[in-house]
């Protein structure tokens, strides 16, 4: 079975080899390793996919990583969107490919491209929010949605209680009264980079849309 690993490690030579020997030593089979966010304090933060044969527990890859000087794992999780993370370049060329239904398009890569749970795309009207796309597992649309088609710029944003801890965040879409947002059960958190990513990918894909 699949599993997403986020790790925090010396951004230093051999590094990753020592990552993916301990890995390895502990029965996990890595399919990709994506770098997430590098650091000024020497710190990189990346992604591991990992398949594990049903006898290994993931309690097992963590032991065996935090063993290494300098390593943390900041979260594991099921990956249920298979063996292979989809990259910004892709959501892209899917958005380009099919200009019209850019933002539907990026709305339904949303998930694969940030690791999340579901992904949802808001639209304002006269009536309230309403709800354009979304993709299997989103929730239906909380009294909050109305304050978050308020946003400027790509951010966090509050818990909605009763959704078991889930982490969220959001971007505009140029002005437009348009939003995509996406959620993460339980975490991990948002970072920084990867609202910077989130900001850029709406924007283009109002973009595209616009040609």
Not at 25 to 36: H, L, P, R
Not at 122 to 147: I, K, M
Request: charged content about 25%; hydrophobic content about 45%; glycine content about 10%.
């Amino acid at each position: 079975m699949s599993f997403l690993l986020r790790v925090e490690l010396p951004d230093v030579p051999g590094s990753l080899g020592a990552l993916a020997t301990a890995i390895g030593s502990a029965g996990g089979d890595i399919e990709t390793i994506e770098i997430v966010e590098r650091r000024g304090d020497g710190v990189a933060l990346d992604d591991v996919l990992l398949e594990l044969p049903p006898s290994t527990l993931p309690d097992k890859i963590v032991s065996a990583c935090q063993r290494l000087e300098g390593v943390r794992v900041v979260w594991i999780s099921r990956y249920a969107a298979g063996a292979s993370l989809r990259m910004d370049l892709e959501a892209v060329e899917a958005m380009t490919a099919n200009p019209r239904r850019a933002y539907e398009e990026l709305v339904d890569v949303v998930p694969e491209t940030f690791r999340s749970d579901w992904a949802m795309g808001l639209r304002r009207s006269d009536d309230g929010p309403v709800l354009v796309r979304a993709t299997d597992a989103a929730p239906d649309l909380p009294d909050q949605s109305e304050h978050w088609l308020g946003i400027e710029r790509a951010q966090r944003l509050e818990a909605v209680p009763g959704w078991n801890s889930t982490v969220l965040a959001a971007a505009p879409l140029n002005g437009s009264g348009e939003i995509v947002v996406f959620g993460r059960r339980g975490g991990p958190e948002v970072l920084d980079s990867e609202l910077a990513r989130l900001g850029h990918l709406a924007v283009l894909a109002a973009s595209v849309r616009a040609t």
